[in-house]
Each structure stands twice: as C-alpha cells, then as structure tokens.
C-alpha cells in the first residue's frame, strides 16, 4: 500500500540550532516527493520537491531534504532555525500519479 | 495572480444545512482538487477534477458533491451537513493531472463548523 508515515508529531528545538523532520514512504517505484508547510490559519506552501536526479533536493527558506531510498525516506533539514519557521510540516507522496497522499504532519515549535 | 482562492473563509452550518464552498484559480491549470484536513490526519482527498469536464471521487466522498464549472472554477456541495464534516477545506490545483511531476498549489482553506 502507498503511504507517507511521519513519526514525529511535534518537535520542539531552540531558535539557531538545526532541524531534521523525519519522513518514511511506501511506494514500490521511484517516488515524487514533496515537503509542504503550513503556517498557522493558512494554506500549503511548497518548500521542495523531489522527481529525479541529486538525491539532495534545495528549497525555499533554507530548507533542504535528502532521499535515501535503501531506508524509504525523504528526511528535511535545515541547519539554522528561526522564530519564523514555526509551523506545522507535511510530507507527501505522488505515486505516479495525480492524487497526492500527506503524512499526518509534524508540528514545529521554536524555543526564543 | 492571485493563485487559488477560496470563499468563504469560515461558515458555521446547522446539521442538516447545505451550502457550496467556491473555488477559483487563475494560473491556467487543468486540474483542480478539493482536500480536508482533520487533526492528526493530514489532508485527505474529497473529489478531483484531472481536467475540464471531467470528476473523480478522491478518499473520503460520501456526503459531498463537486461541479467543475470551467477551467477556473471547481465548487464543492455539502446537500446535508452531518457534524462529521467539520474541517477545513483546501481546494488546490495542479497544471496537468496526468504528469506525474506537476506539484499542487493550495488554496488558504475554508473553516467549516457544524453543530
């Protein structure tokens, strides 16, 4: 079955320090994955995405991810937070097709 | 551009109401999909429309339905609202349903309550 499992429910780190969200996947092909935010009250925000190619993916505001297929994963990183990016986190798969499946989300506090 | 609008922002139903949520996106994509998002859940498919004229039942359908109007527009009807619907709908849209590689904009959601 095609999933995107998101252990981490909420992850709390302090501003400056860095940040790993983690992301499993369940799919039997190559993946499209995706690394959405959401900002309070708001709607998604792509941040990257993944299709082919460098297994190291850039985004926007600092963010990157990295594939490992021998482990499913699809992990986000970012080496410096800010206040700023406190929000809630969202995985997602396109399995070759058009319907997108999230993960559950990891919500993403910032200590001062 | 504006990208993907929503109205309304929030509604507050009676069981049993029934009201159209509007969806609208000026990007010129070809399909359009309609999401919710419940708490611990992430967003789940509702309906989708891979292109103009044509609709598809996504995950959760039951109680709802969805009208593709043109290339623009793309409503969802809850014809009798069950407190189980409460969530916040997300309308997005993608530029070309069948190519894998096309990514979703969102819309910021509507709030709905039903009591």
């Known amino acids: 079955a095609q999933s995107v499992t998101q252990p981490d429910i909420h992850i709390t780190v302090s501003e400056g320090a860095s940040l790993e969200l983690r992301c499993n996947y369940s799919?039997?092909?190559?993946?499209?994955l995706f690394w959405y935010v959401q900002s309070p009250g708001q709607g998604l925000q792509l941040l990257l995405k993944y299709f082919s190619g460098d297994t190291l993916v850039q985004g926007i505001k600092g963010f990157e991810a990295e594939f490992k297929r021998s482990q499913s994963s699809f992990n986000l990183r970012k080496p410096s937070v800010h206040w700023s990016d406190a929000a809630e986190y969202f995985c997602a798969l396109l399995p070759g097709s058009y319907k997108l499946i999230f993960g559950s989300g990891t919500r993403l506090l910032v200590r001062p | 551009n504006a990208g993907v609008t929503q109205t309304p922002k929030f509604q507050v139903l009676k069981t049993g109401q029934s009201m159209t949520l509007q969806c609208a996106q000026d990007m010129n994509h070809n399909s359009m999909y309609w999401y919710r998002q419940d708490p611990g859940m992430g967003l789940r498919l509702i309906y989708y429309?891979?292109?103009?004229?044509?609709?598809d039942k996504g995950e959760v359908p039951n109680g709802y339905n969805v009208s593709r109007l043109n290339k623009r527009e793309f409503s969802l009807r809850l014809e009798s609202a069950a407190p189980s619907q409460t969530s916040v709908y997300f309308c997005a849209s993608s530029e070309a349903g069948y190519r894998a590689s096309s990514e979703q904009y969102f819309g910021p959601g509507t709030r709905l309550t039903v009591t």
């Open positions: 429309s891979a292109s103009e004229g044509t609709t």
């Open positions: 799919y039997g092909a190559t993946p499209y």
